[in-house]
């Protein structure tokens, strides 16, 4: 069984047709979905389906892009948010991301340092955004001592992953997981293939990123946690390991990681 680590089912993409797309998972052996939480604005919706849907668990947290939307953010707002349900297993998806102009980084290193600290004081996985500001996340990680936000367990994965060689090192060195994405699929992403070829699938989750990112072969579509499994066939081929074996360690991870959900 496989699972999709990230994605964002509430979003109108998936509206009219969640129970087929909920359905197609099932039937490719997606068996957990993690429904992510991109504004505070999403936090019912994602309560909502995580109680309709067995197999859909949730987070709460606030994207790098919106932060401006919600400057005042206080590890309390993202408290009152888990204790509303067992079904909410991380903080995030939360971060730093410097690619589109006009970004306000120290707002964004703020909030990324409320998450961090609630994910301390709350036990809680983060689920890492991390485009273009590589060094300032490292430096807020070590300023932070994120390595020992949870005793003897992962601080959180960085999700999506894209960045360079030198990065993917410093967050594993520092106990996070590497998440791959259908980016791993794409034609030009041989510089990333070379990064995650050498990475032990013990630190590796698979996600789709849904509406997002779909993997090779349906590329240009609208993605679904059922085509996590094209991603994790181009993993296994990249390692030369049967696809099984992918599926098996990164479930297992990810249970691991997100140990508030019952494996
Ligand atoms: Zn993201
Ligand atoms: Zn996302």
Excluded: W
Excluded at 158 to 178: N, P
């Amino acid at each position: 069984m496989l699972v999709d680590s990230h994605c964002h089912l509430i979003y109108p993409d998936f509206q009219k047709d969640i129970k087929d797309v909920l359905h197609r998972a099932k039937e490719a052996g997606v068996e957990c979905m993690l429904t992510i939480c991109a504004r505070l604005s999403e936090f019912d919706s994602i309560l909502d389906f995580v109680r309709t849907y067995d197999q859909l668990y949730g987070t709460v947290g606030v994207h790098p892009h919106d932060v401006k939307d919600y400057p005042e953010l206080s590890t309390l707002d993202l408290k009152e948010r888990v204790q509303k349900s067992s079904k909410i297993v991380g903080l995030g998806e939360c971060g730093l991301d410097y690619y589109y102009e006009g970004y306000n980084a120290p707002l964004q290193k703020r909030i990324l340092a409320t998450h961090i600290e609630a994910g301390k004081k709350l036990d809680l996985p983060l689920i890492i955004h991390s485009r273009e500001g590589e060094h300032d996340m490292i430096k807020l990680f070590d300023e932070t001592d994120v390595s020992n936000n949870r005793t003897g367990k992962s601080p959180g994965v960085i999700h999506c992953f894209s960045g360079t060689k030198e990065f993917a090192y410093k967050a594993l060195d520092r106990g996070f997981y590497i998440s791959v994405s259908g980016i791993a699929t794409f034609k030009k992403s041989d510089d990333l293939r070379a990064i995650l070829k050498e990475i032990p699938l013990e630190n590796l989750l698979v996600e789709t990123d849904a509406p997002y990112l779909a993997p090779v072969p349906q590329r240009g579509k609208r993605n679904e946690p059922a085509f996590v499994v094209h991603t994790a066939k181009a993993l296994a081929e990249l390692k030369g390991i049967s696809f099984k074996k992918v599926e098996q360690v990164t479930t297992q991870n990810f249970y691991k990681l997100f140990d508030k959900i019952p494996a």
